[in-house]
């Protein structure tokens, strides 16, 4: 036994310093199957899970969102002309009568669930015409009139209340938290003609500013820190949810670059949560205004032309705050109550949106290379109708 158990000591050493020595080699490719590894397929195994995954996080979002998401349409009334018809005893009388009307309907938007009984975020400029009626259709093609529309005098953004009960919310997220890269997902009514329409892409971009609105509404058009996507955004997109893999609204899908592919912008959500407080409180939209539409000079800008920052005065509005106070066409607000304007900032609607209504605030002008003070009141413009 002694004997046995030296032998096999002596072998062990032996192997030992052999595999060391690099005398004895090992072929993984020679060992049996049930101890190699197949790296390829491994590789290939890992890519279709990853698929997998990713389809399925699409497809949970879709379904748990979709009872939440609806089409908004308009309604109009169109002329026939008038109708001729020949009497039958004469042939060569003929009778023309009024051609009457004819009610026809528009796919023209989305819109999204706040509340069970009949509260519905969409976009201002969807439902921008104040003589014409709108319909709200969901998916189950149940299809409700639009009995009030209160309309967001600052942000491109309405709520739609129709008269009905037991509908499912959307859940809202926080855009606060937002990273560039993360998945983003649209549904919509593209094109106003295909419901339901699902769109994947990333978020590209966070704070950008784009320009949307009219100044004949009575709202400024700068739109500041919006949330830039691939996510396809067609026309009939607009005011339907952009969403995150846990199926939250993170944003008001609200625009599309006109220049470019695949660029289209959303309302942060945090924006829209900060309307809807002041709207539960009060029943209505009530925002500081100033009546001025501008468009804002960057530094680098500014350093170009040779002027100072701030909001570059394009069109003032009859009896606003800034017509009233002497606001001029052409003038550059450069301060507001001694703060600085700038892009970097948010811009001039940043300012003005963290005051109130009634508030005197004092604007630093720049006019015809001269610098002037003026004082304004801000008004209140509720946007409903």
């Known amino acids: 036994m002694k004997r046995i158990i030296l032998l096999m000591i002596l072998l ?13 080699k090992f072929d993984a490719e020679n060992l049996p199957k049930f101890f190699q590894t197949n790296k390829k ?5 890992s890519e279709k899970v990853k698929i997998t995954n990713e389809e399925s996080v699409i497809i949970d979002v879709v379904e748990k969102v979709s009872s939440s998401v609806v089409t908004v349409a308009i309604v109009n009334n169109r002329s026939l002309g008038r109708v001729f018809d020949i009497n039958p005893n004469d042939p060569f009388n003929i009778f023309g009568a009024p051609g009457g009307s004819q009610k026809t309907e528009q796919d023209i938007g989305t819109g999204f669930i706040i509340s069970a009984d009949g509260l519905i975020v969409t976009n201002k400029h969807v439902v921008s015409s104040t003589g014409s009626k709108y319909k709200v259709v969901t998916k189950d093609d149940k299809s409700f009139e639009v009995q009030k529309i209160y309309r967001d005098p600052v942000n491109d953004l309405a709520i739609l209340k129709i008269n009905t009960s037991n509908l499912t919310p959307i859940t809202i997220g926080n855009s606060s938290k937002l990273k560039v890269g993360q998945m983003a997902i649209a549904i919509g009514t593209a094109l106003g003609e295909f419901r339901n329409t699902v769109t994947v892409g990333v978020i590209s971009g966070l704070g950008r500013g784009i320009t949307a609105g009219s100044p004949f509404e009575g709202y400024v058009e700068r739109l500041d820190n919006v949330i830039q996507t691939d996510a396809a955004i067609n026309p009939g997109n607009s005011g339907g949810p952009l969403l995150n893999s846990s199926g939250e609204v993170i944003g008001v899908n609200t625009a599309v670059s006109s220049e470019g592919q695949n660029i289209g912008f959303a309302l942060p959500i945090n924006t829209v949560k900060e309307a809807l407080d002041e709207f539960n409180k009060t029943g209505k939209f009530s925002r500081p205004f100033l009546g001025v539409r501008y468009k804002i000079i960057t530094r680098d800008l500014a350093l170009l032309n040779d002027v100072p920052e701030g909001a570059y005065v394009q069109d003032v ?5 800034a017509d009233e106070g002497g606001v001029q066409t052409e003038d550059i607000i450069t301060k507001i109550d001694g703060i600085k304007v700038t892009d970097k900032d948010g811009g001039l609607a940043k300012a003005i ?16 290379t001269e610098t002037k003070n003026i004082t304004v009141t801000l008004s209140e413009n509720t946007g409903n109708n």
């Open 41 to 45: 397929e491994n590789i290939i195994q």
């Open 353 to 368: 949106s963290g005051k109130k209504v009634g508030d005197r605030v004092a604007l630093e002008i720049w006019r015809d």
């Open 317 to 321: 509005i009859d009896g606003s705050p």
């Open 12 to 24: 062990v050493i032996l192997i030992s310093i052999s595999v060391s020595a690099g005398l004895l």
